[in-house]
């Protein structure tokens, strides 16, 4: 059947992200930063914020009790965006390629801090991919089938005629059992080839 819509990721497939340099960046704000390099991935439970259900202050308190924090609130914030990079090369000519013909849209598993910093510094290709869905305001996230549902069902479309372009497998499975096609993204000229094959190009 004919794709009418099309649901794009946000990090790693329009803006590069390494959530490792956040870590690197918080564990030197670490009262033993040699003790926090081994805890704080493990104790970052961002499958909580990025449902809404605990926020970047609670995060903070979380660290400054398990690991100490030699920084105030607004200098973690900084440090949790630090792994945000430029848009991924050639992906706004994709969009660009796309805006015309299919209804776009992004769903990010995200939380409040990295979503206000991507709306502040990436708005010319995040307008592009419009309406946003972002798993804190929605309270659920990727893989969980449910929310491919609600998406496809806010964009009034049929599972079947939407695509996700994400580079997460485990996503990509979840949109698969919600009844989406799905390409795991690895480079823009990867995707181009995809679409091309789908005749979505």
């Keep these: 059947m004919p794709i009418k819509a099309i649901i794009f990721d ?3 497939v329009l803006i590069q992200h390494d959530d490792t340099l956040e870590h690197t960046a918080v564990q030197a704000m670490c009262t033993d930063p040699e003790y926090a390099g081994t805890r704080i991935p493990q104790l970052i439970p961002f499958d909580r914020v990025h449902r809404g259900e605990l926020t970047f202050a609670d995060l ?3 660290l400054a009790e398990e690991v100490g924090l030699t920084a105030d609130y ?29 209804s776009l849209a992004l769903l990010s598993n995200t939380n409040a801090v990295h979503w206000s910093y991507a709306k ?3 708005a010319a290709l995040l307008d592009k991919v ?3 869905f ?39 499975q979840g949109a698969r059992v919600a009844g989406l096609d799905e390409i795991r993204f690895r480079s823009s000229e990867q995707l181009i ?9």
């Design 120 to 122: 502040s510094h990436y």
């Design 130 to 132: 419009r309406p946003h």
């Design 60 to 62: 903070f308190r979380l």
């Design 74 to 102: 607004p200098a973690f914030a900084s440090a949790m965006t630090s792994g945000f990079g430029p848009p991924i090369p050639g992906i706004a000519h994709v969009v660009d390629s796309l805006t015309e013909r299919f």
């Design 10 to 12: 946000m990090g790693d």
């Design 193 to 201: 080839a995809e679409l091309e094959a789908r005749d979505v190009l």
């Design 134 to 172: 972002v798993s804190f305001e929605l309270g659920m996230m990727k893989p969980q089938p449910e929310i491919f549902r609600h998406v496809v069902a806010a964009l009034g479309v049929e599972p079947k005629d939407c695509l996700l372009i994400d580079d997460n497998e485990a996503n990509g």
